[in-house]
């Protein structure tokens, strides 16, 4: 089959490298990567990829600009390999820059092709019964170009499974770890900070990488439910990464000026596994000491997307640049929407990476060490 692995924009090469990482060929689009395999690699991909959103299976990809021939090449799609009988098969339309343009019309003519296929197939009259399990179908257009995709994952990966308790403006979980990935830390070697951890999860997903901690291990997935997935394949996959999970002493230090947001992270470290691989404080950042000849910051402050934050946000911004400046051999790495960050901070980012952390545009500003 060929696959469909979907992540923020800004992070292809994050995901095409964890997918390279676990031995396939890729080939990168905006906002997606390609690549092969069978049943056993949608589940590895699922339950190990810490950077991406999801899954889908391509089932088919053709030139569309009428309805008609959008109806008659969905049609002529086997549905019958991929759904069953009494499968519930909702229908996602996106079109950009394409003839056909009304996304509503575009589902409904998706949906009506693969209803007369499996009424045909299956020698039905009337409505499906559509009682089953959930099979999530896309058709994405681009250019008069079609993709029609099966969802493997469900809820987006971001979702692992360990968050139950978070502040007003959560990281997402594969966010995290894509920012992790883009940088150069060696967990076994240098100490890891974050100075502004709100409910922790840039610790707990470096904590979590660093153990060997497959990102999908306490979760559930779409493909669970499908009749042809075999459900040994997955159940084999996790027990093979449970038994890779690496057992190392870690110096992870999260810190924030509020305490309840500590306790929240604690609780978070707890259901992720690796609160004892954290030590979390109160701490403010302009009463940070910075310890050790090397290591890596992490940090997404506060942005002060309301004006009346904004003054507080950026003096937060010049208590950084002032602490972090007593440790030059360090790199750091921060993440946020403000555009006038690097005044306030005191100085220009070595790279600065455009991301966009759910509909926020930001920048994350990478200072690399001086050595």
């Not at 575009?106 to 197939?121: E, H, L, R, W, Y």
């Not at 150069?184 to 470096?206: M, N, Y």
Request: aromatic content about 12%; proline content about 3%.
């Amino acid at each position: 089959m060929k696959l469909i692995a979907t992540m923020s924009s800004g992070f292809e090469s994050v995901t095409a490298k964890e997918l390279q990482n676990l031995g396939y060929d890729t080939k990168t689009e905006n906002g997606k990567v390609y690549f092969d395999g069978e049943y056993e690699d949608i589940a590895r991909a699922n339950l190990w990829l810490r950077s991406a959103d999801r899954i889908k299976i391509l089932i088919d990809s053709f030139k569309a600009v009428t309805f008609e021939e959008l109806f008659d090449k969905v049609y002529a799609i086997d549905w019958d390999n991929w759904l069953p009988l009494n499968a519930a098969f909702p229908i996602k339309a996106r079109t950009v820059k394409s003839q056909l343009h009304s996304e509503r019309d575009i589902q409904a003519i998706t949906k009506k092709a693969i209803v007369n296929k499996m009424a045909d197939v299956f020698m039905r009259r009337g409505r499906l019964p559509e009682t089953g399990a959930k099979f999530q179908i896309e058709t994405r257009i681009h250019k008069d170009m079609v993709e029609v995709t099966l969802d493997t994952t469900g809820d987006s990966l971001y979702k692992r499974g360990y968050r139950v308790e978070h502040g007003a403006a959560p990281l997402k979980e594969n966010f995290a770890a894509a920012m992790i990935l883009l940088t150069v830390w060696h967990p076994e070697e240098d100490p890891f900070i974050d100075p502004t951890t709100g409910s922790g999860t840039i610790a707990i997903e470096a904590a979590r990488l660093a153990r060997n901690i497959a990102p999908g291990i306490q979760r559930h997935f779409l493909f669970e439910n499908f009749d042809w997935f075999d459900p040994k394949i997955l159940a084999n996959l996790k027990d093979e990464a449970k038994a890779g999970e690496k057992d190392v002493d870690l110096n992870i230090f999260a810190s924030d000026i509020d305490g309840s947001m500590i306790d929240i992270a604690k609780l978070n470290a707890h259901d992720a596994g690796v609160l004892h691989d954290i030590k979390f404080k109160q701490v403010a950042v302009k009463d940070l000491k910075i310890e050790g000849e090397y290591g890596t910051i992490i940090t997404n402050p506060p942005y002060g997307q309301r004006m009346s934050d904004m003054e507080n946000v950026r003096k937060l911004y010049k208590e950084m640049g002032e602490v972090f400046a007593t440790a030059p051999t360090w790199n750091k790495y921060i993440l946020t929407s403000d555009t006038e960050f690097e005044k306030y901070y005191g100085q220009q980012a070595t790279k600065k990476r455009k991301l966009y952390n759910g509909s926020i545009r930001t920048d994350f500003y990478q200072y690399w060490a001086k050595h």
